[in-house]
Nanobody, 128 residues
Framework: QVQLAESGGGLVQPGGSLRLSCVASKLAMKRYAMAWWRQAPGKEREAIACASSVDGATFHANSVKGRFTSSRDNAKNAVYLQMNSLKPEDTDLYYC?????????????????????WGQGTQVTVTS
């Protein structure tokens, strides 16, 4: 059974930075696109970023473009989300997800149905 474990969340002031990590086990990462989603209580889950397993293609939501960057290291079975210039509205529970044989580039339209494996989430709180 695929397991995804997020880490790196925490409390940060507006304008600060955090780097989230997600380590996958029992998963051949070269077959999977790896994505970051976030969700606040009572709201729908929102796709933030996705990194394809081939050719370096990525998707980033308009709300985070220029501030967040997703990257992956297949050798370490890990995916990362570098978050800069954080805003209070970025406060959410952030999830890592894996989508088998999925290709996500700038034209990708995210849907939760594309991702069969999810982590438990890591909380990010941006407040002064």
């Amino acid at each position: 059974q695929v397991q995804l474990a997020e880490s790196g969340g925490g409390l940060v002031q507006p304008g600060g930075s955090l780097r989230l990590s997600c380590v996958a086990s029992k998963l051949a990462m070269k077959r999977y696109a790896m994505a970051w989603w976030r969700q606040a209580p009572g709201k729908e889950r929102e796709a933030i970023a996705c990194a394809s397993s081939v050719d370096g293609a990525t998707f980033h939501a308009n709300s985070v473009k220029g501030r967040f960057t997703s990257s992956r290291d297949n050798a370490k079975n890990a995916v990362y989300l570098q978050m800069n210039s954080l805003k209070p509205e970025d406060t959410d529970l952030y999830y890592c997800a894996a989508g088998e044989m999925l290709y996500c580039d700038s034209d990708y339209t995210p849907t939760t149905a594309d991702f069969g494996s999810w982590g438990q989430g890591t909380q990010v709180t941006v407040t002064s």
